[in-house]
């Protein structure tokens, strides 16, 4: 067993016998409570959504791959209401990368966000973190279609409107942006590979970059990674209006890989594909960097795509 399947099953060890059922399923799903399971559970311990997420974080903590700080956080973002009112809740883990720079880290509060975007949310209704999010995340979440009314829980289980903790902030309006990320209806960018190729990986990493959020530089990236069992993680490049906070698409790939705890040693990944349309900006420099650090015997694949014209 590994350390962070240690630490998961100890963390469960704490709930009632009756709840362990659904909650020792949610790593092999990718950290992820549907609508049905949470009803259950709230049903089952006599508490709102709220109080279920805070519940929620001593597991989320347990997905924190930490190698440099030691500081393991955990975040649980709640989707939108469902028909009946019922949200689904996705957990999220800080991610660290050993033997690089500090900027290819991913907040918890970032992995909680993207592990619902993947997942086809659009919006959150909360947001609970273990750890007081520091401005970084705070800008991050500043990048939402529903920032003005998303309400974030605290370490001390105190819930604070995002624009309490971000006064007078910064995003996409101020420049000029008419949307915002996770936004409903986006459509997906008709990117076409420069050399096409039938290939599954690179199927997934183009698919990926069609629905990534660039509205600032247009560089819409995918990425797909496979592992030599054979396992898929995809993940989509999110910009931010203060670019800083902006998460490639590795990032968001390893951060949902890492929400597997039975996803095993990094180094055993096979390819990394890469599809990205770049304009002023590319993320092939960063992605080289954190594939070499973090799975360096993987064979990384850079391909081209362009925008079709309208």
């Known amino acids: 067993m590994s350390q962070k399947q240690a630490a998961f099953e100890t963390a469960l060890d704490a709930w009632p016998a009756q709840a362990r059922g659904h909650l020792s399923r949610v790593p092999a799903r990718g950290g992820i409570l549907e609508a049905a399971a949470v009803r259950e559970l709230r049903n089952l311990l006599g508490v ?4 279920l997420a805070v519940r929620l974080l001593p597991l989320a903590v347990a997905f924190a791959h930490v190698p440099v700080s030691r ?8 989707g939108s209401p469902r028909a009946d009112g019922e949200v689904a809740l996705y957990l999220g883990a800080n991610l660290e990368v050993a033997g690089a720079g500090l900027g290819l880290t991913v907040h918890a509060e970032q992995a909680a966000v993207v592990n619902a975007w993947m997942n086809g949310e659009i919006g959150l209704s909360l947001l609970a973190v273990s750890a007081t999010p520091c401005g970084y995340c705070r800008q991050f979440l500043g990048e939402l279609v529903n920032s003005a009314s998303l309400n974030v829980i605290g370490p001390t289980h105190a819930s604070r409107p995002l624009t309490q903790l971000l006064p007078a902030a910064f ?3 101020d420049l000029g942006i008419e949307s915002a990320f996770m936004a409903p209806g986006q459509k997906e960018h008709d990117l076409r590979l420069a050399e096409p190729e039938p290939d599954p990986l690179r199927t997934e990493a183009l698919r990926a970059a069609r629905l990534s959020y660039a509205p600032y530089t247009g560089a819409f990236a995918g990425c797909a990674v496979q ?18 906070p902006s998460l490639a698409a590795i990032q968001v790939a390893f951060a ?15 390819r990394i594909v890469l599809v990205e349309r770049a304009t002023l900006t590319t993320q092939l420099p960063f992605t080289e960097t954190f594939a070499r650090a973090i799975a360096a015997e993987s064979k990384l694949e850079y391909c081209k795509a362009t925008l079709a014209e309208k």
């Open 256 to 270: 949902i890989m890492n929400m597997n705890l039975s996803w095993g040693d990094p180094n055993r990944i096979e």
């Open 171 to 173: 995003g996409p309006a």
């Open 71 to 78: 500081f393991a956080v955990g975040a649980v973002a709640a």
């Open 48 to 51: 709102d959504i709220t109080q």
């Open 227 to 244: 592992t030599e069992q054979g396992r898929v993680f995809v993940g989509r490049s999110v910009e931010s209006a203060a670019y800083n």
